[in-house]
T-cell receptor, first 116, second 111 residues
Framework: EAQVTQNPRYLITVTGKKLTVTCSQNMNHEYMSWYRQDPGLGLRQIYYSMNVEVTDKGDVPEGYKVSRKEKRNFPLILESPSPNQTSLYFC???????????????FGPGTRLTVT | EDQVTQSPEALRLQEGESSSLNCSYTVSGLRGLFWYRQDPGKGPEFLFTLYSAGEEKEKERLKATLTKKESFLHITAPKPEDSATYLCAVSISGGYNKLIFGAGTRLAVHP
């Protein structure tokens, strides 16, 4: 089954304690992305990656890091989390092939992060 | 500034009562407009892509249309299982890998 998986699904942590949220896709997609979703603001892109070792900032990258060492994995790293990073996070992926059709992005199930 | 606005924020319908959700956009160059459905506690699920004004797509009780300034998601004779948040997003020229999302419309369909 084609899917994007994220772990953990729920996380409560304290300010300043480094954490990593993992993301993995089994569709051999080149493009992967992280979004955060906040009430009234919609989904906003944090970082994206066009392929292995190629990453770039989205609209709200401050306080986050990513890496893309393998095509299937795209972890999101919060080196020193703060309460304003409390949010719902989604990982997404899609193919960059010209004949892949519709720019359809596949989203993971989400990670709800609370930073106290 | 590129912007996507959805209205209404929330919509309550009786089963069978048709209605439309609106997505208006102000962007520098539209490459595509996307509709997603999001159920509570889940990631967005892709519904449609529209590329040019006048284009229409249909899936079961849903029909998406596109003009030069907005898109509509028409829901015909909705059922309770259509209850969800519907998200609109656009991709723009020069940033085709980024989706700009609206805040969504929460739809509740009551029996």
């Amino acid at each position: 089954e084609a899917q994007v998986t994220q772990n953990p699904r729920y996380l409560i942590t304290v300010t300043g304690k480094k954490l990593t949220v993992t993301c993995s896709q089994n569709m051999n997609h080149e493009y992967m992305s992280w979004y955060r979703q906040d009430p009234g603001l919609g989904l906003r892109q944090i970082y994206y990656s066009m392929n292995v070792e190629v990453t770039d900032k989205g609209d709200v990258p401050e306080g986050y890091k990513v890496s893309r060492k393998e095509k299937r994995n795209f972890p999101l790293i919060l080196e020193s989390p703060s309460p304003n990073q409390t949010s719902l996070y989604f990982c997404a992926s899609r193919s960059l092939l010209r004949d892949s059709g519709s720019y359809e992005q596949y989203f993971g199930p989400g990670t709800r992060l609370t930073v106290t | 500034e590129d912007q996507v606005t959805q209205s209404p924020e929330a919509l309550r319908l009786q089963e069978g009562e048709s209605s439309s959700l609106n997505c208006s956009y102000t962007v520098s160059g539209l490459r595509g407009l996307f509709w997603y459905r999001q159920d509570p506690g889940k990631g967005p699920e892709f519904l449609f892509t529209l590329y040019s004004a006048g284009e229409e797509k249909e899936k079961e009780r849903l029909k998406a249309t596109l003009t030069k300034k907005e898109s509509f998601l028409h829901i015909t004779a909705p059922k309770p299982e259509d209850s969800a948040t519907y998200l609109c997003a656009v991709s723009i020229s020069g940033g085709y890998n980024k989706l700009i999302f609206g805040a969504g419309t929460r739809l509740a369909v009551h029996p």
